[in-house]
């Protein structure tokens, strides 16, 4: 009798014989598989949106986030002359490329925002509900040069285009390319005016909010003086490469040697900045793969118990082979493949789970849909550790003596 010829019509009338436990193990080998699929596509999103580019220097763009505790800061000259005092020596700093300041930072969802539209076509926000929320963002005539803009075209603000709050002059404004595509297509966008000011000048998109297409990094810049203490702002000094580390320590002694009465909130690169962002993704990402690794770990546990178990149910099957012929790698074959034939069905059931899972999860969060490349390397893992888990029995079982197995016929 030729044992290397296996019957896989036997082996699936065996795994017949206990439905229930070899069912279960399916079913866990299927979630198994579905939640490894979809961890995986939620860790390479995660990545994928962490080293997207963002038009900007990110490793070298320092920002300090300051909020003063006087109430002398409600004298708005005494804020400017404060704030030109810290610019000035922030400047100083070796190191220091330039300095400016802002109201709000890149890579944020929402903030300060405006609607915007042709000054002669308000029904352009209509037709683009982006046009609703564009991102309204304070500046000064250093900004371009410390968050490192392209200007594409026209020019940045500059102090002649300051303005307060309360100012009744028709302010200047710098927009982003996409958003002077949207109100104004392939034309020129400088010299037309909108509802928030007369363009001057369009910068090349920056990723001002990562929830938002990338078409639509609606942007527009302004240069107003934050009249009010409660008007956040940051300091952003753009650093000369390899010398961060240097800079980042001496930021916030020099603030504060200009006036002490105020809270440093935060001293991080634009770098860290876009991490944090993606925290919560990140976070989510490290625990769903933990929770693979605790999964694959006790489907190996269970594949070898379901094979111990079963191989000593059929110690005198096993004998008789034995006696008839068969060879310690024609049992172990034999016990493998009865991995293999289970592992393949739990598969392709998973196939199914791993679909359900990520429709499930879309509903929540942002998730790629998988593909066959990413089920068929998850499907690798989970075989080669369903392999390891069942070679010991299986190696055990091979080595049986005829004399010892026909004992229990």
């Known amino acids: 009798m030729n044992f290397t010829r296996l019957n896989v019509k036997g082996l699936i009338k065996s795994l017949l014989l206990r439905k229930f436990t070899t069912g279960l193990l399916i079913l866990q080998l299927a979630i198994t598989l579905g939640l490894l699929v979809n961890s995986a596509i939620l860790a390479l999103d995660t990545r994928e949106k962490i080293s997207q580019p963002t038009g900007l220097d990110d490793e070298n763009i320092l920002l300090v986030s300051t909020h003063p505790t006087s109430g002398a800061y409600r004298d708005l000259d005494y804020f400017r002359s404060i704030v030109n005092e810290d610019l000035a020596k922030l400047n100083q700093l070796v190191g220091v490329n330039s300095v400016s300041i802002t109201n709000q930072l890149p890579i944020r969802s929402r903030g300060m925002l405006s609607n915007t539209h042709d000054i002669d076509h308000p029904d352009q926000e209509k037709n683009d509900k982006y046009l609703k929320d564009v991102k309204y963002i304070i500046a000064e005539e250093h900004l371009a040069e410390a968050m490192g803009f392209t200007i594409l075209e026209g020019r940045f603000l500059n102090e002649n285009d300051q303005l307060d709050f309360d100012s009744e002059a028709k302010n200047n404004i710098v927009i982003t390319e996409s958003l002077a595509k949207a109100l104004y297509g392939g034309e020129s966008a400088v ?46 000094l753009n650093v000369e490469p390899g010398q961060m580390a240097k800079v980042r320590s001496q930021v916030s002694d020099t603030i504060l040697a200009v006036q002490p009465e105020r809270d440093i909130f935060k001293v991080f690169t634009l770098a860290e900045h876009l991490k944090g962002f993606y925290r919560d993704d990140q976070g989510l990402s490290d625990l769903f793969l933990l929770l693979c690794g605790l ?19 059929q110690k005198k099957y096993i004998g008789i082979r034995r006696a008839l012929g068969a060879r310690k790698k024609d049992i172990l074959l034999y016990v493998l493949t009865e991995n293999w034939l289970v592992y393949s069905i739990g598969c392709l059931l998973g196939l199914g789970v791993a679909l359900a899972f990520n429709i499930l999860l879309s509903q929540y969060i942002s998730l790629s849909k998988p593909d ?18 069942t070679w010991i029995p299986a190696v055990q079982t091979s080595n049986i003596p005829p004399v010892i197995a026909t004992r229990t016929v």
């Open 191 to 236: 010299g037309h005016e909108t509802n928030n000011g007369h363009i001057i000048g369009v910068i090349k998109d920056i990723m001002l909010d990562p929830t938002l297409p990338r078409d639509k990094q609606y942007g527009l810049f302004i240069n107003t003086m934050m009249k009010y203490i409660f008007v956040g702002r940051y300091y952003v």
């Open 295 to 313: 999964m694959i770990f006790v489907t190996a546990i269970s594949s070898y118990a379901y094979s111990q178990f079963h191989i000593s149910r």
């Open 372 to 389: 066959m490349m990413l089920f068929l390397l998850a499907s690798a893992v989970i075989f080669v550790s369903g392999t390891l888990a």
